[in-house]
Antibody, heavy 118, light 105 residues
């Protein structure tokens, strides 16, 4: 099982961004993909989760701030911003999750560092 | 939203036992999962559903959950166990504890 995330990004405030997470080594449609934020020097924050055949479920803290999507034909999940802010600077991890609710994440991607600075 | 609290730091002598707590209202009625995050690395699942170890995780790691406290115990602590540890709970949404930094002396 592997989750491979796209590379680090340096963006300006107000720009848009879409980062990706490609799963391999397992049946992609049998699991959900979660996104987790880690701001510099801080803890983990669960952002939301998506099943490749369904709609995303967002944490109340992130609903309306980001968009989560998935494409089962390419075995890839995405995390997207329409207008970045400096406060979006963080490491973002994707993780495989067994369900959309009370489940744990057994495999994690390597992380994508997003830096937003003018 | 459901809140879970962890101590900021725990120190343990090499070869001794470290205990990391995760507090929450009636957390014993919920499933708790634990992750280890070494510096500069992605998190790794070490305990799931209170007491279960994924394959490849040493038996030195164990978990329990009762009342208002879940606990991760690291027996015979090694230098490689130095890391941040996070508990995770679901209560209508997923919540992580703030993390505990474990230092092995």
């Amino acid at each position: 099982v592997q989750l491979v995330q796209s590379g680090g990004e340096l963006k300006k405030p107000g720009e848009s961004l879409k980062i990706s997470c490609e799963g391999s080594g397992y049946t992609f449609t049998n699991y959900w993909i979660a996104w987790v934020r880690q701001m510099p020097g801080k803890g983990l924050e669960w952002m939301g989760v998506i099943h490749p055949d369904s709609y995303p479920i967002y944490s109340p803290s992130f609903r309306g701030q980001v968009a989560i999507s998935a494409d089962k034909s390419t075995r890839t999940a995405y995390l997207q911003w329409s207008r970045l802010k400096a406060s979006d600077t963080a490491m973002y991890y994707c993780a495989r999750q067994g369900c959309g609710g009370d489940c744990y994440s057994d495999y994690w991607g390597q992380g994508t560092l997003v830096t937003v600075s003018s | 939203s459901y809140e879970v609290t962890q101590p900021l730091s725990v120190s343990v002598a090499l070869g001794q036992t470290a205990t990391i707590t995760c507090g929450g209202n009636n957390i014993g009625s919920k499933s708790v999962h634990w992750y280890q995050q070494r510096p500069g690395q992605a998190p790794v699942l070490v305990i799931y559903r209170d007491t279960n170890r994924p394959s490849g995780i040493p038996e030195r790691f164990s978990g329990s959950n009762s009342g208002n406290t879940a606990t991760l115990t690291i027996s015979s602590a090694q230098a490689g166990d130095e890391a941040d540890y996070y508990c995770q709970v679901w209560d209508s949404t997923t919540a992580f504890g703030g993390g505990t930094k474990v230092t092995v002396l």
